[in-house]
């Protein structure tokens, strides 16, 4: 029996599959009636789950767009060329869309796959619908320094796995 030799690869180096994504920032978005929005998010996972292709998205508690995933239990998830919308990607993280329409304000398009928005101008989306979301607490932390670290104010993360129902690239 042949015994394979395998090396230690910093995770960092792998270039192919599921850990590509650069920690660059996506486009979560969601619709709530006849409303759209989207935030910025630079966290998530794609995986297999209970027998489906999922994707996990991490939305804090007061993001506007929160409200836009729960009611409508779809979403999609748009890649930008980071090079290319640089500016608009960082407009989509600073501005609330309760405030203003910040889709139309970073100069990006809604467009729709099968009743999905999404952004026009991404290069790849990912469109899906809420299989399960969970609120992310401090008694679950086994490590307190993530506590201390990234929710000194208390606004946690909802993490949401959704459904892969489509892919879709330019």
Known sequence: MPIHVFQPVNPE???EGPFTFDGGKMLVTAANGDKVNSTA???GCVGYLWGKRVVIVYVRSSRYTKEFLDASGEFSISFLNKNDYRGALKYMEAVSGRDEDKIAGARLNVN???GIPFIDEADNVITCRVLYKQLYEKEGFIDDSIVDE?????????MYIGEITKILVR
């Not at 990234?150 to 909802?158: A, E, L, P, R, S």
């Open 41 to 43: 998010c630079s966290w």
């Open 150 to 158: 990234v929710y000194k104010d208390g606004d946690y993360h909802y």
């Open 13 to 15: 180096e792998v270039d």
């Open 112 to 114: 729709y796959y099968e």
